[in-house]
């Protein structure tokens, strides 16, 4: 009799455990949503850096950040962001042929030229995906 109730108790802690671990590994809050598209510049030049989605007021939900590779990013439902209203953000990076020079005033007149500006656009991000998001950003 004693056996079996070290088995009867040992099988409840393990079906605790399996129980108490399913229930840690469930999704809570607003589904992520699978987001894609293209950056490009106004004259239709791919864009390379990075794209973030920010929260706007009222979007309840994480960040969503993703590398823009030759003018097109992907988020997939995994690491997306929730349906609602976002402020996108643009960072391109800006690849240039510096030429070599001695003179501190071109290194510091390169420099400028070369440093990326931010890009920042509103976007919705729907409840039914995957959503399609193509960006144009002035120079």
């Known amino acids: 009799m004693r056996r079996k109730f070290k088995s009867i108790r040992a099988g409840c802690f393990v079906g ?3 129980v108490v671990g399913l229930i840690g590994c469930s999704e809570s809050g607003p589904s992520r949503k699978p987001v894609f598209g293209t950056v490009s510049n106004s004259a239709a030049n791919p864009v390379n850096g990075g794209i973030s989605f920010l929260p706007a007021a ?4 994480p960040a969503a950040t993703a590398a823009v590779v030759e003018g097109k990013f992907r988020f997939a439902a995994a690491d997306g962001p929730v349906p609602g209203q976002y402020q ?3 960072v391109p990076k800006i690849i240039k042929d510096i030429p070599k020079s001695d003179s501190a005033k071109n290194t510091a007149a390169t ?3 070369s440093e990326p500006k931010e890009y920042r656009l509103d976007a ?3 409840e039914t995906g995957p959503f399609e998001l193509n960006l144009k950003v002035e120079p």
Do not use: E, H
Request: overall charge positive; proline content about 6%; charged content about 20%.
């Open 16 to 18: 605790s455990c399996v």
């Open 58 to 61: 009222g979007t309840k939900g």
């Open 88 to 90: 996108v953000l643009i």
């Open 111 to 113: 420099k400028a030229k």
């Open 124 to 126: 919705t991000v729907p």
